[in-house]
Each structure stands twice: as C-alpha cells, then as structure tokens.
C-alpha cells in the first residue's frame, strides 16, 4: 500500500496466508483436500468403522478385528488373540490319544461286552498314567511313554480304571498269558495292586441309592456303573 511501511504490512500478509491455507484445506472448496484429513468433518462417520474391543477395551477400526460375513458380535482385535494364543499353555496328548486307540482296539478284540473303556478320554489316560502308576512301568519302572500300555489286571474281567496295570509293551505280552497275576508277581505287586485300586475308588463319591462306591475316577464325565446297567447308581 502507498505510504506505508514494509514492517506494517507484515501483519497483514501473515493473516491473509493463514485464510488461504485454511480455505485450501476446506473440502468444500478443494476436493482433494478430503483425502489428506487424518480426521474427517463429521465425526459420525467414524462410527461405521469403529468398534470396541472387550479384551484391551479400546475402540479401534474395523480392520483391527477378523470379522466374518456371519459374526454376530465383534469379540477381541487380532492383538488381543495373538497375546490370548501367546500366553495359552498347551498340553500335547497325541501319545495317550493312541494309546486310547490301541487299549480300545484289543478290548474289542475280547469280545466281552467291555464298556468302560470306551467312556474314558485321553485326559482321563493321562490321569491313571501319570497320577496314579506314577509314569512308570511298575516291574521295571521304565518311563518312556511311548513304550508304555495299560493292560487288564484280571484277564478275566473287562478293562477298567481299578482293573489295569501299567507296564511296557513286552511286559504287556507276557502278562496277558497269565491266568492268576497275584501267584505269578507275588504279594507286594499284589498288595501294590489293591492300593491303586482303593485309591482309584477312593476319588469316587458315594452312590446316592447303593451301599457300594461308585466306581469312577474324578476325571470321568460319566459313571460307567450306569453303562453296565447297576439301576441303584445314579451318579451323573
């Protein structure tokens, strides 16, 4: 402007630098300018896209969740189930699935209306294996797992949790043959039989309806008594 001096008008282009770069960044006059906000004008529009996580708590864009055509709710973000996946402890029970398989197969091979076994899980293997024979073959206390096998007591009476040892594979071979196993092992296998069984028993609660202990293991999720159909035991 004429008469005025340099250091009056720098004020004033100031302001009118800061208007311009303000009406630039106005989507309604620029366009493109709505491509580079980090947060858009109406903030309704983050609603579509923003859900709340029930793991962190926080609420975070759709594409922090895996969603599927199908969900009904959102659950946790990814970070969430990777850190839930992380921290899980994980228990591998392949060998007692097999050795489930095996113990099924030759109780089938009896062909004596054996049920018991067919109600147990690998867990509840797991369980007599490791709670109750100590992980161990009980003549030779060898360990290997994968070299180990319950096998009937009494060939003369179906498979059970109180009717089982635990013993090798070799072991197993030579025990099926024999026809009294208390003659044969002498008193201390035998008397280290009646233990694993009154400790077995001992995990059962009573039967509402019988004098008798329900014969079950804590791990069991039904009483087997029911399936060799003894009316009195009601024990879910």
Same mark, same amino acid.
């Given at each position: 402007? +004429?008469? @005025?001096?340099? #250091?009056?008008?720098?004020? *004033?282009?100031? +302001?009118?630098? #800061?208007?311009?770069?303000?009406?630039?960044? #106005?989507? *309604?006059?620029? /366009?493109?300018?709505? !491509? *580079? &906000?980090?947060?858009p004008e109406d903030p309704s529009s983050l609603r579509k896209d923003i859900y709340f996580c029930r793991g962190c708590g926080d609420y975070l864009p759709s594409t922090d969740f895996e969603l599927t055509t199908n969900a009904r709710s959102i659950?946790?973000?990814?970070?969430?189930?990777?850190?839930?996946? %992380?921290?899980?402890?994980?228990?591998?029970?392949? +060998?007692?699935? @097999?050795?489930?398989? @095996?113990i099924r197969s030759?109780?089938? /091979?009896? !062909?004596? !209306?054996? +049920?018991?076994?067919? *109600? &147990? #899980? %690998? /867990?509840? &293997?797991?369980?007599? /294996? %490791?709670?109750?024979w100590g992980a161990q073959s009980v003549l030779s206390q060898w360990e290997d797992t994968y070299d180990l096998t319950l096998v009937r007591w009494?060939?003369?009476?179906?498979w059970s949790p109180w009717n089982c040892v635990l013993l090798t594979n070799e072991e197993a071979r030579a025990h099926s043959k024999l026809v009294k196993p208390e003659e044969a092992y002498g008193p201390y296998l035998h008397r280290r039989s009646n233990t694993v069984t009154s400790s077995v028993n001992s995990t059962s609660p009573a039967c509402p309806n019988s004098r008798t202990t329900c014969p079950r293991i804590c791990s069991l999720s039904r009483c087997p008594c029911r399936l060799t159909r003894r009316r009195s035991c009601m024990v879910e």
């Open positions: 402007m +004429r008469g @005025s001096k340099e #250091t009056n008008l720098e004020g *004033l282009r100031q +302001r009118i630098s #800061t208007l311009f770069l303000q009406y630039i960044k #106005t989507p *309604l006059f620029n /366009a493109e300018a709505a !491509n *580079l &906000l980090k947060v659950g946790r973000c990814r970070k969430c189930k990777n850190l839930d996946s %992380e921290g899980r402890l994980r228990e591998d029970f392949s +060998r007692y699935r @097999s050795l489930l398989h @095996s030759t109780e089938e /091979a009896f !062909n004596d !209306n054996s +049920r018991i076994i067919f *109600l &147990l #899980t %690998e /867990a509840d &293997l797991r369980y007599l /294996a %490791e709670n109750i009494n060939r003369r009476q179906e």
